[in-house]
């Protein structure tokens, strides 16, 4: 099983899968995927568009259930629904309620997770200054832009502060600044003790990431720390790290 490197000997990982395959009908999309992701650390997975990167990620959230392997969340068998309250989880497609504004949708959210009164309140103002939206508080989420309705679904995902927080193409139609600010806390997040997966096929988003796994037609091809995956593959970008591997498995 391939795994990240980093994890301490003895320890069991923050996330672990484990040979795991998932059919969809008559349609394979992951080919024995195994990859230990440990405690406070950011694991980016590496992959164009189909490669079966959102795939993997609802099985860590324990959205789907693999055909094949097993799935550990903090030392959890994935699915469990009790587990969800522990996991931020942000899709690629927006989960909100347009006819409501941005401040209902969070304090829906919120009072999924049990947040209320005060810290409630206090949680909506520090998830919506982070996306820099606190001046459309009120407005209807139909009327946000495509962008600004990413910004709002980060700060869905951010408002319990998960133990695990996994983000599929998080920053996508957000802007170079705000995408910065963005990472700033991401790094924050971890430092204190947050576990996180992003998945991204932006290749300057990825050498941000602790760990990688690159993954093509549904199979992991390497993993590892960016600047390890660069020095094996004698490639001065990811983006020539990710052919070689991608040839090689080939």
């Not at 982070?130 to 910004?151: E, P």
């Amino acid at each position: 099983m391939t795994s990240t490197n980093g994890n301490i000997a003895g320890n069991p990982p923050c996330i672990r899968v484990s040979h795991v395959d998932k059919v969809f009908g008559k349609k394979q999309v992951l080919f024995d995927i195994g990859i230990d992701v440990p405690y406070s650390r950011i694991l980016g997975f590496l992959g164009p568009s189909g490669s079966g990167k959102t795939t993997l990620v609802k099985l860590i959230a324990g959205i789907d259930a693999s055909t094949r392997g097993d799935v550990y969340l903090l030392d959890e068998k994935m699915p469990k629904l009790d587990m969800m309250s522990k996991i931020g989880y942000m899709a690629q497609s927006d989960a909100l309620y347009g006819e409501l504004t941005a401040e209902e949708n969070l304090q829906f959210f919120a009072s999924m997770y049990r947040l209320s009164g005060t810290r409630r309140k206090q949680r909506i103002e520090e998830v919506m200054q982070l996306v820099d939206l606190s001046g459309h508080l009120k407005k209807q989420v139909k009327l946000y832009s495509g962008g600004m309705k990413r910004r709002l679904s980060l700060a869905i995902a951010l408002i319990h502060e998960p133990p695990v927080l996994i983000l599929d193409e998080p920053t996508v139609g957000i802007d170079p600044v705000l995408r910065r600010s963005v990472w700033e806390e991401l790094y924050k997040l971890s430092r204190s003790g947050t576990t996180i997966i992003i998945t991204t096929h932006v290749m300057d988003e990825a050498e941000k990431c602790d760990g990688l796994g690159m993954i093509r037609d549904g199979r992991l091809i390497a993993s590892g720390s960016p600047e390890k995956l660069k020095k094996a593959a004698s490639s001065d970008t990811l983006e020539e790290a990710f052919l070689f591997y991608g040839g090689a498995a080939r």
